[in-house]
């Protein structure tokens, strides 16, 4: 284990972060509502502390990159960044408190879209570009954009890549891995800027377009409005939503083959397929659920039932209605789909559909077995046989996420939260969702936890972020073993 | 550029390494899972588990695009058909195959002209019976290359103590040995390759590489105060594909020779194949059947088992029981670094034989022959000089060359220039270009982009 050159990867990542404090700068500039001091101390701050760790380890050199450096380099270097990501809040006004920055900035990185804060409006506009666009670097990546820019990563790029992309098998769509990173980015940054054109046609400010086009792709939910989307109250703006939500649950490999010209890409892979199914399954038992009892129409219950079911299952959480006034059926298909969550691949949260559908496949091959004891049979998904030690390694995941799931939520009501509460906080931020039940639902915001509790769900946002292996292994006493 | 690999082996792997690092598009192809795993973790390449002959794969592997496909399964059978698959797929791709077994060798002519139109047939163990009947002449030469079609060698040896070339500097040695001229064009030492300059000194120990042309590489060695001493007899350790080969080689050339091979139906078979030679039935590293055949008379002992702990002990003890010297065949690449450092020199490998001829095509065009050194961190090419170039026309001392390269050699017309910073070079010379792994991209650009307007 090469910690020198780890460190030194990580002050390189941590500088160009620094860089990226320049983005909101703009618009601090142009409203000149305060927040500039902030940003630029941040960056100076930032930049000091990327090239100290720079100068440092400058002579740390490693041959490559092994896999248990690329999971070091991403578990620190996230962390490293979701921290250093607080400080333009920290240092905007004696309101924030340490953890109160800190989890804001998290809740950006992994695009949970979870907030401390009551009244978003009244934050700097500066601040509030900054909140989405950590949101719009955290979803696609900031290990990913690094390989696709920094080109020294290239070497062990696939360590990095794989450390953080969130699918159990990530898929290269070139032979060089910096060209994949490229591409993805490339088709990522294509959707926003569609998405932003969409909006703008349908009369948003550039200001709330922007932002929203960022806290759309990347699956993270952050607003600049109090009451989220619903503040629009615009049909067209919530389809436009809608769209993208959905694209952005899909495997990014399958947008770059349908830009090649394959027009049948989705069709054709069992995973989108099982996704769209989903999405179209819950929203017409939610609609059908609600339509009467909260909804005079169909047409409204269609409309709102769609909305929360995309937000929630592709793990972006913005809210157009309090689902929390919803029947329990409804509400109970919701944290269904906070635990599925998107597709492997995408920037989605949550399980991922791929590993469902494993797990499902996995169950009924072992009953199968149970019938025919003297079966030979394998688990194939879209005609490939799944090989076994990647199987092994989605249960082991299961197993992980839903004891990790149970452990957070016990120890989150340890510390004086009710139960539905401490269920749905676990639920919403490990699955990188945002609003959850109880005191953090849709309406509500994350003020009211404990400060300990927030510091436990910083941990499990970015455990749903780098899909736990990443971040658990360090705690992992054999990892440190020469 | 786009290059697919069929085969992960020993040398689909390395070739793959090779040309990542180049930052070229390269896919592999292999059937075998735990082998295209090991290329997916430690290589920037795409890889694609399945039969590399099969349509579908190769199809996937984007075959079209490609520009050359290397077949370098273990199977002969496998590389050819896969060939014939890429033929019907993809005409245009250059098709580059690997086959070993001697009964193709009068063929390869046809395999190029007709279907599967295999542009290079790959035959390694030619090639490493070429290398170590180099290595025979040569006295003291470790690692040995061609440019100009022979008439230009470029050859690797180890400076001792003893030299009167240890510790000498560059900027000394034209006063050092008056009218005779030697170009030397990398230093390996402690395994890094440097490429020096007037102030450097030459170290005991160095693996120093130098140029000559053909009629002045006696005399050139001399200076390292090594001596030709002819070859009569020799001892073939192994008599299996290339052991025979060498062994026919060496009949025709009325070398005595001697070989061992432990299996004994193979000895019937060599000995009715082989006339001249005398054939024993034993271990080679046997220390009794060693002395008993009288190993200190013998010039040259060349191990070619199969198994290279047999080779590198065999060619040891040969050494410690007199042998004139002993030139040793290995295959595992890490072994090199080791089998210097127990005083094995002169090492042949069917794999960097294999992997030479495959740079050497995969560089073509622009590029008339590529060598890798030793340990393969540099590379030597021979290019030829176009007028568009941005190496022409300009004293070298202009010319933006990446870090870690130089000219070694201008070859105009039949003379030899050993360049200085004011050389310059003229349309149409061949130009010796030694260069570090990571200059090869860059030296490309500036010979290809600029030569042949791409």
Not at chain 2, 344 to 356: F, G, P
Request: net charge neutral; with cysteine.
């Amino acid at each position: 284990m090469h910690w020198r050159y780890m460190l030194y990867v990580v002050g390189i990542l941590v500088l160009s972060f620094g860089m990226t404090m320049l983005v909101p700068l703009p618009a601090c500039l142009a409203y000149q509502d305060g927040g500039t001091q902030a940003l630029l101390l941040s960056l100076g701050i930032t930049i000091v502390a990327g090239t100290c760790l720079l100068l440092a380890f400058r002579k740390a050199r490693a041959a490559t990159i092994t896999q248990r450096e690329g999971m070091a380099i991403v578990a620190v270097g996230w962390t490293a960044v979701g921290i250093f990501g607080a400080l333009p809040f920290y240092l905007s006004g004696d309101s924030w408190t340490i953890v109160d920055a800190v989890f804001e900035s998290v809740s950006g990185f992994t695009t949970t879209g979870a907030s401390v804060l009551a009244d978003i409006e009244a934050l700097p506009k500066g601040l509030l570009l900054w909140r989405s666009f950590i949101q719009w670097l955290g979803g696609m990546g900031i290990i990913v954009l690094s390989i696709a820019i920094l080109p020294f990563l290239g070497v062990g790029g696939m360590q990095l890549y794989k450390a953080e992309v969130p699918s159990p098998v990530p898929d290269k769509l070139k032979p060089r891995i910096r060209d994949t990173a490229v591409i993805l980015w490339k088709v990522y940054a294509l959707f926003t800027v569609a998405e932003v054109i969409l909006l703008m046609i349908g009369q948003m400010s550039f200001f709330d377009a922007l932002c929203h086009a960022m806290t759309t792709m990347p699956t993270g939910g952050f607003s600049t409005q109090n009451a989220s989307v619903a503040q629009f109250d615009s049909l067209y703006f919530e389809i436009v939503i809608m769209l993208f939500m959905v694209l952005a649950g899909i495997n990014f490999s399958l947008h770059y083959q349908l830009m090649r010209g394959k027009p049948l890409a989705f069709w054709k892979d069992p995973e989108c397929r099982f996704y769209l199914a989903a999405i179209a399954i819950f929203t017409a038992l939610v609609s059908w659920d609600c339509f009467g009892a909260v909804y005079a129409t169909a047409g409204q219950a269609l409309r709102y039932a769609s909305f929360q079911v995309i937000s929630i299952i592709t793990t972006t959480g913005y809210a157009t209605y309090d689902y929390e006034q919803w029947p329990a059926f409804s509400q109970m298909i919701l944290l269904a789909c906070m635990i599925i969550g998107g597709s492997a691949g995408s920037t989605g949260g949550g399980m991922k559909c791929l590993r469902i559908m494993l797990c499902f496949k996995f169950c009924y091959q072992e009953l199968f077995a149970m019938v025919h004891p003297h079966a030979v049979t394998t688990i194939k998904l879209g005609g490939k046989t799944v090989p076994d030690d990647v199987m092994r390694s989605i249960l082991g995941f299961l197993a992980l996420y839903m004891g990790l799931f149970g452990i957070s939520a016990v120890l989150l009501a340890a510390t004086g939260v009710d139960i539905l509460t401490a269920i749905g906080a676990v639920a919403a931020t490990i699955g990188n969702i945002g609003p959850g039940f109880g005191m953090v639902g849709p309406v509500e915001n994350f003020a009211a936890i404990p400060a300990m509790g927030k510091w436990l769900l910083i941990w499990c946002m970015l455990l749903g972020r780098l899909e736990i292996y990443t971040l658990i292994i360090l705690l992992v006493p054999a990892f440190y073993r020469r | 550029m786009r290059i697919v690999i069929i085969g992960a082996g020993e040398v689909g792997y390395h070739i793959a390494s090779r040309l990542a690092l180049e930052k070229k598009d390269v896919l592999v192809v292999d059937k075998d899972p735990e082998a295209i795993r090991r290329v997916a973790e430690s290589i920037d390449v795409q890889t694609i588990v399945g039969t590399g002959s099969s349509p579908e794969i190769l199809l996937e592997a984007g075959i079209r695009e490609a520009e050359i496909v290397l077949a370098v399964t273990d199977s002969d059978e496998a590389n050819l058909v896969a060939c014939l698959v890429v033929d019907i797929l993809s005409p245009s791709t250059k098709k580059l195959a690997r086959i070993r077994s001697a009964d193709f060798d009068a063929y390869y002519s046809s395999f190029r002209e007709n279907s599967p139109h295999i542009e290079t047939v790959i035959n390694p163990e030619i090639e490493v019976v070429k290398t170590i009947e180099r290595l025979m002449r040569v006295p003291g030469a470790v690692d040995m290359g061609e440019f100009a079609d022979g008439r230009i060698k470029f050859v690797g040896v180890y400076l001792t103590e003893k030299d009167r070339l240890a510790g000498a500097r560059l900027s000394d040695l034209p006063g050092m040995l008056e009218d005779k001229r030697l170009l030397i064009a990398a230093v390996v030492r402690d395994e890094e390759v440097i490429i020096p300059k007037g102030n450097d000194q030459l170290l005991a120990g160095d693996l120093v590489y130098f140029i000559s042309e053909e009629e002045q590489l006696l005399a050139t060695l001399s200076l390292f105060d090594k001596h030709a001493q002819p070859i009569k007899r020799v001892l073939i350790v192994g008599g299996g594909r290339i052991g025979y080969r060498l062994a026919t080689k060496l009949e025709s050339q009325s070398i005595y020779c001697k070989v061992i091979e432990k299996d004994a139906r193979r000895c019937t078979f060599l000995a009715d194949k082989l006339n001249k030679a005398v054939v024993l039935h034993g271990d080679g590293s046997d220390q009794g059947l060693l002395s008993e055949e009288n190993v200190a008379d013998i010039d040259v002992v060349v191990t070619l088992t199969n198994d290279e702990e047999t080779n590198i002990l065999a060619s040891l003890l040969a050494t410690r029981l007199g042998a004139g010297k002993a030139i040793t065949k290995i295959s595992k690449f890490s072994y090199f670094p080791l089998v210097t450092a127990i005083g094995i020199e002169q090492v042949v490998s069917t794999r960097l034989s294999a992997i030479n001829t495959i740079l050497q095509h995969i560089r073509r065009g622009k590029v008339l022959s590529a060598i890798s050194l030793k340990g393969e961190q540099a590379e030597a090419l021979e290019v030829v000089a176009l007028e568009s170039s941005r190496i022409v026309s300009k004293p070298l001392a202009q010319v933006a060359f990446p870090k870690g390269a130089m000219v070694a050699g201008i070859i105009r017309e039949e003379k030899i220039i050993i360049p200085t910073g004011e050389s310059v070079i003229e349309p149409g010379d061949r130009v010796i270009i030694f260069a570090k792994r990571a200059a090869i991209d860059g030296i490309e650009k500036l010979l290809a982009v600029k030569l042949e307007y791409f």
